[in-house]
């Protein structure tokens, strides 16, 4: 059973940048497709950021493009989103989610672990 753990959230000024990180135990990650997805209050969790097993292939939200990097390292079980250009709009909790699979998703359903969520918030 993987069990995932974010850390890097915290409160940042409009056009600040920071750095989530999610940390696995319990089982590789390396056979899992990776997402970030953040839930602001009374919205709906959404998609934000999705990389394949092995790294080769990413995807973003359009909100986040151009601004949000994801990332990973397999030989850490580490999953990273840099955040830059931060807009109060990006305030939500975020969370990383696990796939066991090669393909992507962008529909949390579709993921079968999850963090505990870390805070991001954007003041303007």
């Known amino acids: 059973q993987v069990h995932l753990v974010e850390s890097g959230g915290g409160l940042v000024q409009a056009g600040g940048s920071l750095r989530l990180s999610c940390t696995a135990s319990?089982?590789?990650?390396?056979?899992?497709?990776m997402g970030w997805f953040r839930q602001a209050p009374g919205k709906e969790r959404e998609f934000v950021a999705g990389i394949t097993d092995s790294g080769d292939s990413i995807y973003y939200a359009d909100p986040v493009k151009g601004r949000f990097t994801i990332s990973r390292d397999n030989a850490a079980n580490t999953v990273y989103l840099q955040m830059n250009n931060l807009k109060p709009e990006d305030t939500a909790v975020y969370y990383c989610?696990?796939?066991?699979?090669?393909?992507?998703?962008?529909?949390?359903?579709?993921?079968?672990?999850w963090g505990q969520g870390t805070q991001v918030t954007v003041s303007s």
């Open positions: 319990g089982r590789t990650l390396s056979s899992y497709f």
């Open positions: 989610a696990g796939r066991r699979s090669s393909r992507r998703s962008y529909y949390k359903d579709n993921f079968e672990v």
